[in-house]
């Protein structure tokens, strides 16, 4: 069930997501940055959460953890000091140090669900610049976050469904992107993916392993706490798995297209789940 004691205010703004593959002589490095977790990032302008994520084999959802995958998930109370971030020191020195790194500035469409019993909100206009008129359909892609935290004595139960979920998501059409990510081992997982449409992020939220195994979550419980984000892109850029993207809409024009697209059937057996 949902945790819904002594809940926090819900948490709005855009999202920054970055994704790195370090270098083998680097892994010691991004060994300090999990131990550090939030601390270097207190005094950070317009910061509201930041979480610093391992993931596992090959950055993939697995119970062996990758040496060298890291994850950097980031809410800010504004557009501007999202992209200040990306351009700073602490973001070039995760960028020096990888074999390959994706970063991604997101506008978040529709939220369910809590993390760290906070619940996520819509990105307002302020947010993204307080355009003067509102956009068309945003273009581009769309990025998904699932979170949850399992329940202890279910996690082996979970486990059993999660690698044949994620092996279907990795070869998924429209799927351009994906990654599992984890906040501590076995017990608070993380999935971020990156659409080319909703079709297809539909038609993989409803077939295959992926039903079978989001029919077993509901079905006995898995989560104590969960979190499904969907968020129009604003801007990315980067090399993951050999593939380069890049994409810019984040003008305050562009920005406050992403507030208007079509909105997205809220019924979770429709959406991805958390594994």
């Known amino acids: 069930m949902e945790a819904i004691a002594n809940l926090h205010d819900p948490l709005s703004g855009v999202v920054v997501v970055l994704l790195a593959d370090f270098l083998r002589q680097h892994q010691g490095w991004g060994w300090l940055r999990l131990v550090a977790g939030a601390t270097p990032y207190k005094e950070v302008p317009g910061l509201t959460m930041v979480k610093v994520m391992g993931s596992g084999h090959g950055g993939g959802f697995s119970l062996r953890p990758s040496a060298t995958h890291q994850g950097l998930i980031c809410t800010f109370t504004h557009l501007d000091l999202a992209l200040q971030f990306l351009d700073s020191p602490a973001v070039q020195a995760y960028r020096s140090r990888a074999r390959e790194c994706w970063s991604g500035v997101m506008a978040v469409q529709s939220a369910r669900g809590h993390w760290d019993k906070q619940a996520w909100q819509a990105s307002s206009a302020q947010s993204l610049g307080e355009p003067g008129q509102d956009g068309a359909q945003a273009p581009g892609p ?22 044949a979920a994620q092996a279907d998501l990795d070869q998924s059409p429209g799927c ?100």
């Open 142 to 163: 769309f990025a998904v976050l699932t979170r949850a935290s399992i329940v202890p004595t279910k996690a082996m139960a979970f486990w059993r469904y999660a690698p």
């Open 176 to 275: 351009l992107l994906a990654m599992g990510l984890g906040e501590a081992p076995l017990v608070r997982q993380c999935t971020f993916s990156l659409w080319q449409d909703t079709a297809s992020m539909l038609n993989y939220a409803h077939q295959g392993a992926h039903q079978v195994a989001s029919a077993a979550a509901y079905k006995h419980q898995f989560f104590s706490e969960s979190l499904f984000v969907r968020m129009q892109v604003l801007q990315m850029a980067g090399v993951w798995k050999g593939q380069p993207f890049q994409f810019d809409n984040a003008s305050p024009l562009g920005a406050a297209a992403a507030l208007d697209t079509a909105p997205v059937v809220d019924t979770p057996r429709l959406e991805l789940s958390h594994v």
